[in-house]
């Protein structure tokens, strides 16, 4: 069974979104994603923020990256549950860390942060809906 038939078949709540929604969210949101890093980094070589400022966003991507080999190619939610906890602690760290270099990067986050918001609670309660008992 291929991944995204396995991730179907999973039981999720009555409010989880359709399948086909994550696709142009997520082309959004990384646009938004490279847009913020862009900048930073850009300020970052420029010399006006210092380098550890990359640190929340840097793992932040990373851990976004994780997340679809985790979910779809391990199909281990509890992991995938564990990764999307790091990815929202990790945006709202970078958007503490750059709002007083650049407030219009952390404003460009809201949208990112409520999503994220939303898809950890869905992928917690994906993760107990379909736990072995």
Do not use: C, E
């Amino acid at each position: 069974m291929d991944s995204y038939r396995w991730y179907s078949h999973l039981k999720k709540p009555l409010w989880a979104p359709p399948s086909w929604l994550f696709g142009p969210v997520w082309t959004m949101l990384y646009i938004l994603i490279a847009l913020s890093f862009g900048k930073v980094f850009l300020m970052v070589i420029g010399n006006k923020a210092p380098l550890f400022i990359l640190t929340p966003f840097l793992l932040n991507i990373m851990s976004n990256a994780l997340f679809t080999p985790l979910q779809f190619g391990l199909r281990n939610n509890a992991l995938a549950a564990l990764d999307i906890f790091v990815i929202l602690i990790s945006l709202i760290w970078l958007i503490v860390v750059i709002y007083p270099l650049v407030p219009w990067v952390a404003y460009l986050q809201i949208p990112y942060l409520l999503w994220v918001s939303f898809a950890t609670i869905l992928q917690l309660s994906i993760t107990y809906l379909n736990q072995k008992k």
